[in-house]
C-alpha cells in the first residue's frame, strides 16, 4: 500500500521514474550490470564518436562502445582511481589475460590490445570553463570516485583540471558528438546546462543522476526533474529509465529516424 501511495506521489509531483518515457523498440543494453546503459541498437557506426565522461573503476560501457560498434570512444577524468584503472585494463589487455571487475556480478572486459590502444583517454574533467577545481573524496572507503558537488563536507579534495565541453570538442576536432555519457557524481547538471546553452550537436545523451546515491538533501528529486526537463525543452526525448534514473536521451530528428526504422520493421 505504502510503495504505491509513493508511486502515485511521485506522479503527481512529476518525479516518478518511468515518466515521459517514450521507449523505443530496439535498445541495448552495452556494458556491466551496474554500470551499462541502453542505447539504440542501429545506431553507432566505426564512424560514431563517443564521449564518455567519468571513468572510475568500471569502464565497460566505455570498452563495449569500442568492442561491439568499433566506435571512436573517448574517455574523460582527471581522477587517479580512473587513469589507474585505464591504464590496469591496457597492461592486463597486452599480455592477453582477462580482467573482471565487480564480485557479485562480475564483468570481464572483452576489448583487445588493439582496442584498448584506440580509446583516447583525456585526463581533463568536463564542467562548464576551463579552470581547476577541487575533486572532493567520500566517506565511504568502498565508493572510489571524487566529486566536485558531493562530498564537500569531507574537508579531504583533490586539485585537477576541467574544460567546457565546447572547448574539448574543439581541441579534438569534433564539430558534432553522436553520444555522450555522463557519471560524474552531481557535476551532471552543469555539463547538461553547458550542452543545452551552447546548442551543441550531440545526438544521444546517457546520463546516471548520482544524487540518487548520494543525496546532498531532499530536494534532489527536483534537481533532477529540472535538469531532465531543460534537455526535453532542447529537444530530447526520453527513451528509457532505469528505477534509479540512469537515463537515455535520444535528440527528436534522431529518434523520428529510429522510430520510423520500428514501422518499417513491421
Not at 565497460?60 to 568492442?67: A, G, I, R, V
Not at 585494463?89 to 590502444?117: C, G, M, W
Request: proline share 4%; with cysteine; aromatic share 12%.
Amino acid at each position: 500500500m505504502l510503495k504505491t501511495i509513493t508511486s502515485v506521489t511521485k506522479k503527481i509531483i512529476g518525479i516518478h521514474p518511468q515518466q515521459g518515457v517514450q521507449p523505443l523498440r530496439n535498445l541495448t543494453h552495452v556494458g556491466s550490470t551496474f554500470h551499462g546503459y541502453h542505447v539504440p541498437e542501429n545506431f553507432l557506426t566505426p564512424d560514431s564518436v563517443c564521449y564518455c565522461i567519468g571513468a572510475g573503476e568500471d569502464i565497460s560501457f566505455d570498452t563495449e562502445l569500442k568492442y561491439r560498434f568499433d566506435s571512436r570512444v573517448y574517455i574523460f577524468d582527471p581522477m587517479p582511481e580512473g587513469i589507474h584503472h585505464f591504464e590496469k585494463l591496457k597492461e592486463y589487455a597486452s599480455r592477453n589475460q582477462p580482467f573482471s571487475i565487480h564480485t557479485s556480478i562480475p564483468f570481464t572486459y572483452r576489448v583487445n590490445k588493439e582496442q584498448v590502444d584506440a580509446i583516447t583517454f583525456v585526463e581533463v574533467g568536463v564542467w562548464d570553463a576551463k579552470t581547476k577545481l577541487k575533486f572532493f573524496a567520500p566517506d565511504r572507503d568502498d565508493y572510489p570516485s571524487h566529486s566536485v558537488y558531493l562530498f564537500q563536507d569531507t574537508g579531504k579534495y583533490i586539485e585537477a583540471p576541467v574544460d567546457r565541453l565546447s572547448n574539448l570538442m574543439k581541441q579534438l576536432g569534433h564539430q558534432s558528438v553522436d553520444l555522450v555519457k555522463m557519471e560524474i557524481e552531481g557535476a551532471e547538471y552543469t555539463v547538461i546546462d553547458t550542452i543545452v546553452d551552447d546548442k551543441l550537436d550531440v545526438k544521444v545523451i546517457l546520463v546516471e543522476f548520482d544524487e540518487v546515491f548520494n543525496t546532498k538533501d531532499k530536494l534532489f528529486h527536483f534537481r533532477i526533474k529540472k535538469s531532465c526537463d531543460k534537455l526535453k525543452k532542447a529537444g530530447y526525448v526520453l527513451v528509457h529509465s532505469t528505477e534509479n534514473l540512469k537515463r537515455t536521451f535520444v535528440r527528436r530528428d534522431v529518434y523520428e529516424t529510429l522510430k520510423a526504422q520500428e514501422l518499417g520493421l513491421n
